[in-house]
Each structure stands twice: as structure tokens, then as C-alpha cells.
């Protein structure tokens, strides 16, 4: 069965022509002018099943519908008995006031002496007569008697036409202008009320909203000619307005830091690897808004050491009197690859008792810029400083400046312990103007200058949805400033909120120069980890300048390749230069960081060995590399040293595999290629397996995370 | 990087309105367009303007493309409707000029047996109904039974049977060609 298909196939495989090249470049090109062109009246508003494509012949059924109302019914035939009165000479014999001569009319005159004496209610009332003598002359005509029936309809609604000033009765020769304003009149009316009036109270209900509102009268009998446009124009647009999102036309102008992967080295040119700590997560909540949002992040956005980073790792904890923070390392074998091992490098922090903490003086520098405004913004960073205000004692004290189009201070230092000022202060914010980060940065470290003390510990923490639009837009200068107040002891936070015009790039500068973390804030339980559950540890910092440099041993490593901290890497020598900056360790923080080597003689290796050098290198110890840790103590200058040599494999922890999977999973959305064959699956049943205790769910929402993405990436 | 990229994601992305990436995608399928356009016609011009045709068309069709769908799976059903468009419009021009299309059939027939040029099997493609061939050239450019039922919008077993059924008829063709 398959067999012929199969001939078939390879002949027709055989029969079918290459395309032509330049029918295909044309084609393309055609496809790209049209789609082009097609995107410039995308931003256009689309029509929705409300308006329709065809708005114009909507407004103009809507219009038709709602005149077969009652009352639209009504004017209709008092219009077609107008003309009737009007047009046609026996309509106009009507109108003629009647002479006192007449028998029959003065007879009419006398029965309508009660009734109101407008000339179209006499010609009516002359109609009715005429029928009642008609009526009473010859038998009675059924016809008659029907034909007449909508009758008081009609003269109920034109009674009210006639109310007008420029009633038809005293202009006869231009009934018709006035007929439409009638029609639309009615059918704004019934359209307003919805319940269509019974013809009886047709004329008060009229001549009531005539006398109430005179405005609505001038707009109707405005757009009496162009109806249905403008009724159509103004459905659309106010219809539309709301359905545009501000994401859908606002540009996205998201800046992200970042630098190109680290390359695989190889050990026998190059064994000594050195790069500052990160204990920033930003790049884990971006991650997350992002997947919440249905999209894949840029690759640039993805950092993996703050991956890893994000999470609290249960690592042994630093004896007392030892190290502020305790060095473990590990090497296991790659989840990814068998023929490689990853090395470990765990730090802990020490969590100082916090009932000893020195009191806390908190500048908050908020962007109320008008980017501000969308709830991710400054509605979610007013909970979220709230939930951090539980958190503080009496004795710490808070300011809050605010920047846009200028700075100002909105609350002078107060002691936390006064939370009714603080919480009316943090509600006063409104979002508003254009920013203008420097004025704003500099009142701020001014406050929290006034505010340092012996003992204190001072933080200006900015929070921004990362846009600098006024002042210094280069990181580089803006950077420099903040390193030259760093010096002074007030450190700073940056707090990232929303998302669209986020300048990852600024906040990351900002927060590495100012010796503090940058964290991205997406929902309020990223504010509880952030500001509540680890506070102590964003606040306080145990050890400053953390530098990591490992040496591997060449007899025993071909190549190895640090997995993320590209934007933290040092040169070699600053390791011992005291005077280059590195990031800082907070009380409590953990940080990890991986290392994929190839050992020598393994099938992984890479790099072919060299002709002309010497390719084998004595084994003089059986370690692995060696690790040093430089740091200095809080608000000292000389940096101390920790040494720990890299020993061959050991068994992993539960910790340590977790952070391997994060590190895969990151690699996998920034640059896959060296994991061969290891997806996503693996990614997620190695996380899934080592959630370890995981108190507050984080890793099972990592997990949620790797599924999400890869369902997304499909 | 964008070769990484999956044809859905770029897919999604031209129809935010990312031109890189519809020029990308078009890039990558145009020569398969191409090839399916000649099985569903049988004559490289009129590949050649079916392909053009689908190509002008596509941008505003991006809107339709459902993330859930293959891209592949999109672009044949949207080359098959142009087909089908095209034939129709080819119906009422061929009823409005039937005399002339008399003649034109037999000098094409005539050039056909002059030249030899068309192979027996697009002329044995021709020969088969429109939905035999719509099927058959989904079939032949590898295809599932389900994928081809998901583009042409019938049910598997539908296509199941339109496959014996155009092998049938190629069969009669082959017997009777074999005959003469």
C-alpha cells in the first residue's frame, strides 16, 4: 500500500522544480512590503464585535431599530399627517382659520372653546369633527373608523412639535427642516428611558425634558444632519479607548545588563579564574513576570548566577568566631554531561542574632514619575514598603524623598514607631511628571547623611521602574556618583518595580556601585521575600568586597567554564587590590557559584592538545583547584583572606544538585550549547527531585517556572 | 539565535508585528511552500503564482494563526485555500471563454506530446479531482493522515479513503497508459 505512495513520492520529488530564485526574492520581498504596510494600520483601532468594521451601518440599524418605538411610530405619523395638513390643498382648506359664517366650524369653534387653540390641534379636532358628522350623516363605515384609529397617537406626540417656538404651524413653509430634529429627538428619548411611554403621557414627558434640559436640545438638533456619522464616530471612539492597552502601544524599552557567555578556558593557558560575588535576584523575578506574562525572556535578561541566588540554601552555617560566612566546596558529576564534573563553591553568611542590630536609618527614594502610575508600580511598592514598615523598630527611623520632574523631601526622618506619619506619608505618593534620578539621589544621601550616627547603619533604597529620562541617562556617570557616596557608608538598595520600560542595566550599576542589591519586584510575595523574610540580610551587610578566585590544577583539569556571573567578572590582579569594588554579603545570604570542568584525559574534553608546547603537566597534588575568598569585615579597608583547595569527587547534597538544576535550566535559556541532549525534562525532574524542606515554596514554584517554559519554548 | 528559534515563536512574534521575524519564517518555508504549491497545481508557472499569491496574502493571515496550531499546519491550509481560490476564479474564466479553451486544450496537448516535457505523473495528478490532489500533495510532502485531515479541515478516515481512492484512479491510469 505504502509502496506505490512511496514511487509516487520520490517522483514526484523528482518532478518537482527548485524555486526560482528571483521569483522567490521578489515573493519574499512582496510578503514583507505587505506586511509592512499592514503594521502601519495595525495600531489603528480594531473593530470589535461592539462597532463593528461597518460602525456607520450599525449606528444607522441602531438608529432604525430604536424608531420603531411607540413614540417614533407616533412622530412618524404626525410628520405624515403635517404633510398631509401642509402639502396637499385639502390640508391647507384645513388650516384656514375658520369665518365666522361657517356654520360648521363656528359649531367647532364653540366645541373646542375649552381646548387649546393652535391652528394644528383646530385641524385635527376639524378632522375629528368631520368624521363625527360623517359619522352622523351616512351609516357607519367601518374603514372609516379604522383609518382613524392611531389618531390620538399622533396628535399627542405633534402636540408637543407644536410646542416648539419654531412650531410648524407658524412656519408652514418650511415644515421639513424641522421633521428630522423630531425623529432624532424621539429616538435619543426612548433610547434614554427605555420604556417606551404610553402615548397618553407622551406630550407632559416630552415637554418635561424640553424644559429640563435646553442643552441636550442644541446638541441634538447639532448632529440632526450628519446622524449617523457622528452617532458611529463617537460609539467608536468611546468604545475603543479602553480596549487599548497601554502595553499594546507603548514601545518597550527595556535595557537589560549583561555581557557575553564566559568561554570555556583551558587550564594549561589560563587556571586562574576570579569574579565578585552576586546576591542580587532581579533576574529570577523578571524571569517570572516575564512566563506570567506568556513570553520567553530576551536571553540578555536571563543572568544565571542570580538564578541560582535566588533561592535560600540550607548550607552549613559559619561556627562563631570564625568567618563571617563559611566556605563549602563540592565536585560532582555534570547532570548534563558524564564526562565532566561541576565544582561547587558555597558561601553562607552568618545571621547575626537580630535583637542586636544597630538601629536602621532608611532613606526611601521613590520614582513617582508618571511611569509610575500602572499598578505594578507604585500602588504594589506602597504594600510592599508597608509589609517591610512591620519589620522595623522603634529606634530606626525613616525618610521618604520622592523624585520626578524634581525632587522633594515627602517625610522627614521619623522614628519608626510613628506609623500613622509613615503610612500617610507612603499614601501621598501619586505618580506624576518626568524623572529626574540624580536630584532625587543626591537629596537622598544628604537625609541620610543628617540621619548616620555612631552605630547606625544607613541605606538609601531607591525604587524605580528603572527609568532615568531627565539628568545623567549613562550608567557609567551614574555609576561613578554612587560609588563616590558609597565611600561616605550609606549603601544603597534598588527596589525594581513594573515592567515595559525597566532599565535593568541602570539598576544593576547602581546597586553594585552602591554596595547594595537590586531585586525586582512583580508581586506582593516577592515583596514579602525581599523586604520581610530576608530584610536582615538585605539590610545588614557582614562582609564587603567579597572576591572569589580559584586556581585549577592543570594535571588534573583540561578546561573548566564559570556557569553565569558574566557581568561580575575581575581582572587576576584585582583580587588582591583592595581598592576594587566587589559585591557584598548580607546577613544570612547564602551564594553559589558552579563550576563545569573537564578533567584531564576525560571525552568531553573540548580543546585539542598542543603540537609544539609541552602537553602533559606533572601531577603534583591530586586537588582539584584551590579557592580564595577575599572579603572585608563592615567599615574596614583591609581585605582578609580564606583558602580552601578543591578535593576530587564527592557526594552532593540535595542544596548543591538544586543549584545545578537551576544552573541548566538557566543555560538552557540563555545558550544550550554545552548541554547536548539534556532538555528541559531533565531540568525539571533534577529540581523536582531536590526541593529539599523548601519552607516557602520557592523551588516548587522554580519548578512551575521550568514547566511553563517549557511549554512556552515548544 | 533566531535559528533557534522555533517556527511558533516567530510565528507569534511576526504576528506582534515583528517584520524580522515574518521575513525569517517566510525565509525558512518558502521553498517548501513552493514545492507544495507545484503538487497542489502541477505546473511550475502556476506554482510560481499561487506561491506569489500566498505570499502577498500572508501578512493579513498572520492574524489567524493560532499559537496552538504547527506553523506547517498553518501555511498548508492557508496555501490550500489560495489554491482553491484560484481554481475557482480559473472555473469562471475557463466558462467564459469555453470555445476559446477548446483550443487552447489542444495546443497545449499538442505542445505537451511536441515537447514531452510534462512527466507522467503530473499529468496523472491533473487528472485526479481537486480534493484527491489537495490530499495527495499534502500526503507526499510527508504529512500524517491526521495532520492532512487537520489542514484540509475533514476527518481522518475521509482522507484515509481519498488516498486509496486517488491510488486507484493512478492505477487505472498507469493499466490504461500501460494498454495503449
Avoid at chain 1, 518537482?16 to 526574492?25: I, K, V
Avoid at chain 1, 512583580?522 to 536582615?536: F, H, I, P, R
Wanted: glycine fraction near 6%; charged fraction near 20%.
Amino acid at each position: 500500500m505504502t509502496d506505490d505512495l512511496d514511487d509516487l513520492k520520490s517522483m514526484m520529488n523528482m518532478a518537482t522544480p527548485r524555486a526560482d530564485e528571483t521569483r522567490r526574492a521578489e515573493n519574499l520581498a512582496l510578503a514583507r512590503k505587505n506586511f509592512d504596510d499592514l503594521q502601519g494600520s495595525r495600531e489603528q483601532p480594531r473593530p470589535t464585535p461592539v462597532t463593528g468594521r461597518n460602525a456607520l451601518w450599525t449606528g444607522v440599524t441602531t438608529m432604525l431599530n430604536a424608531l420603531t418605538s411607540k413614540a417614533a411610530l407616533g412622530t412618524t405619523t404626525a410628520l405624515v399627517a403635517c404633510g398631509f395638513l401642509f402639502l396637499t390643498p385639502q390640508g391647507q382648506s384645513l388650516l384656514t382659520p375658520p369665518t365666522a359664517t361657517d356654520p360648521v366650524l363656528t359649531k367647532l369653534t364653540g366645541a373646542s372653546e375649552a381646548n387649546d387653540t393652535r391652528a394644528s390641534e383646530n385641524a385635527e379636532l376639524q378632522i375629528a369633527e368631520d368624521v363625527a358628522i360623517l359619522d352622523a350623516i351616512s351609516p357607519p363605515v367601518p374603514t372609516v373608523e379604522s383609518d382613524h384609529s392611531p389618531a390620538p397617537e399622533a396628535f399627542a406626540v405633534e402636540g408637543t412639535a407644536a410646542e416648539e417656538p419654531a412650531a410648524m404651524a407658524a412656519e408652514p413653509a418650511l415644515p421639513m427642516p424641522a421633521a428630522p430634529v423630531t425623529a432624532l429627538r424621539s429616538v435619543n428619548r426612548s433610547e434614554a428611558s427605555q420604556t417606551a411611554p404610553s402615548p397618553a403621557d407622551t406630550s407632559r414627558e416630552n415637554a418635561n425634558l424640553y424644559a429640563t434640559a435646553p442643552i441636550e436640545t442644541v446638541e441634538e438638533a447639532e448632529i440632526a444632519q450628519p446622524q449617523a456619522q457622528a452617532l458611529s464616530t463617537l460609539s467608536v471612539g468611546d468604545r475603543i479607548a479602553p480596549d487599548q492597552s497601554p502595553a499594546a502601544t507603548q514601545p518597550n524599552t527595556e535595557t537589560y545588563a549583561n555581557a557575553t557567555l564566559n568561554p570555556l578556558k583551558i587550564t594549561s593557558e589560563e587556571p586562574v579564574s576570579t569574579f565578585s560575588i552576586d546576591v542580587d535576584t532581579a533576574a529570577y523575578s523578571l524571569l517570572r513576570s516575564s512566563l506570567s506574562r506568556g513570553q520567553l525572556p530576551p536571553a540578555n535578561a536571563v543572568r544565571i548566577e542570580e538564578l541560582i541566588n535566588y533561592f535560600p540554601y540550607d548550607y552549613p552555617t559559619p561556627d562563631a568566631g570564625d568567618a563571617p560566612f563559611r566556605t563549602t566546596v563540592s565536585s560532582f558529576e555534570t547532570p548534563w554531561n558524564a564526562n565532566t564534573q561541576l565544582v561547587h563553591i558555597a558561601l553562607q553568611g552568618q545571621m547575626p542574632a537580630i535583637e542586636d542590630r544597630p538601629p536602621l536609618n532608611l532613606v526611601f527614594l521613590i520614582d513617582t514619575s508618571g511611569s509610575m502610575g500602572s499598578p505594578d508600580k507604585l500602588p504594589l511598592l506602597k504594600q510592599s514598603f508597608r509589609l517591610m514598615l512591620d519589620q522595623l523598630r522603634p529606634e530606626d527611623e525613616v525618610a521618604i524623598v520622592e523624585y520626578a520632574g524634581s525632587a522633594g523631601q515627602v517625610l522627614a526622618p521619623t522614628a519608626a514607631s510613628d506609623r500613622t506619619t509613615i503610612l500617610q506619608a507612603i499614601q501621598s505618593l501619586g505618580a506624576g511628571g518626568s524623572t529626574n534620578g540624580q536630584g532625587g539621589l543626591e537629596q537622598a544621601y544628604t537625609v541620610a547623611d543628617a540621619m548616620a550616627a555612631d552605630d547606625e547603619v544607613s541605606r538609601v533604597i531607591l525604587a524605580t521602574d528603572g527609568d532615568f529620562n531627565v539628568g545623567i541617562n549613562n550608567p557609567d556617570t551614574l555609576k561613578d556618583f554612587i560609588a563616590d557616596k558609597r565611600d561616605t557608608g550609606t549603601y544603597l538598595s534598588v527596589l525594581g518595580f513594573g515592567r515595559g520600560n525597566l532599565d535593568d542595566a541602570t539598576m544593576q550599576a547602581l546597586a553594585q556601585n552602591g554596595n547594595g542589591t537590586a531585586a525586582y519586584i512583580d508581586t506582593l510575595s516577592e515583596a514579602q521575600k525581599v523586604l520581610v523574610d530576608q530584610l536582615s540580610g538585605a539590610l545588614f551587610p557582614i562582609a564587603g568586597d567579597v572576591k572569589v578566585q580559584v586556581e585549577f590544577n592543570p594535571a588534573q583539569v583540561a578546561e573548566y567554564r564559570l556557569i553565569g556571573y558574566e557581568t561580575r567578572a575581575l581582572n587576576r590582579e584585582d583580587f588582591n587590590n583592595d581598592i576594587v569594588d566587589a559585591g557584598e554579603l548580607g546577613a544570612g545570604h547564602s551564594v553559589t557559584a558552579i563550576y563545569e570542568i573537564t578533567p584531564v584525559g576525560s571525552l568531553a574534553q573540548l580543546s585539542d592538545p598542543l603540537r609544539y608546547a609541552p602537553n602533559t603537566v606533572a601531577a603534583t597534588s591530586d586537588e582539584i583547584g584551590f579557592v580564595k575568598l577575599r572579603y572585608k569585615a563592615p567599615g574596614e579597608y583591609i581585605s582578609q583572606l580564606i583558602e580552601t583547595p578543591i578535593i576530587g569527587q564527592s557526594i552532593p547534597g540535595t542544596e548543591a544538585i538544586f543549584a545545578a538544576a537551576i544552573a541548566g535550566f538557566g543555560q538552557l535559556l540563555r545558550d544550550d550549547s554545552h548541554l547536548g541532549d539534556w532538555s528541559y525534562d531533565e531540568a525539571i525532574a533534577l529540581a523536582n527531585a531536590n526541593r529539599g524542606d523548601d519552607n516557602f515554596g520557592y523551588r516548587t514554584e522554580a519548578v512551575q517556572l521550568m514547566r511553563l517554559v517549557q511549554s512556552l519554548s515548544k | 539565535m533566531r535559528m533557534n528559534t522555533s517556527d511558533e515563536d516567530l510565528a507569534a512574534a511576526a504576528a506582534n508585528g515583528d517584520g524580522a521575524a515574518f521575513a525569517n519564517l517566510l525565509d525558512r518555508h518558502y521553498d517548501r511552500l513552493f514545492a507544495f504549491c507545484f503538487r497542489l497545481t502541477g505546473v511550475r508557472t502556476e506554482a510560481e503564482d499561487l506561491t506569489q499569491d500566498i505570499c502577498a496574502a500572508l501578512p493579513a493571515k498572520l492574524g489567524s494563526y493560532q499559537r496552538r496550531a504547527k506553523v506547517t499546519t498553518w501555511l498548508y491550509r492557508v496555501a490550500v485555500n489560495a489554491a482553491h481560490d484560484r481554481r475557482r476564479k480559473r472555473a469562471t474564466y475557463t466558462k467564459a471563454t469555453t470555445g476559446w479553451g477548446d483550443w487552447e486544450i489542444a495546443r497545449k496537448a499538442e505542445q505537451s506530446e511536441s515537447t514531452e516535457a510534462l512527466d507522467w505523473l503530473t499529468a496523472a495528478m491533473n487528472q485526479l479531482s481537486d480534493d484527491l490532489r489537495d490530499t495527495l500533495a499534502l500526503v507526499l510532502d510527508d504529512m500524517t493522515h491526521s495532520q492532512a485531515a487537520e489542514i484540509l479541515g475533514v476527518s481522518e478516515g475521509t482522507i484515509s479513503w481519498r488516498i486509496s481512492e486517488a491510488k486507484k484512479a493512478l492505477r487505472a491510469i498507469k493499466e490504461k497508459e500501460a494498454a495503449e
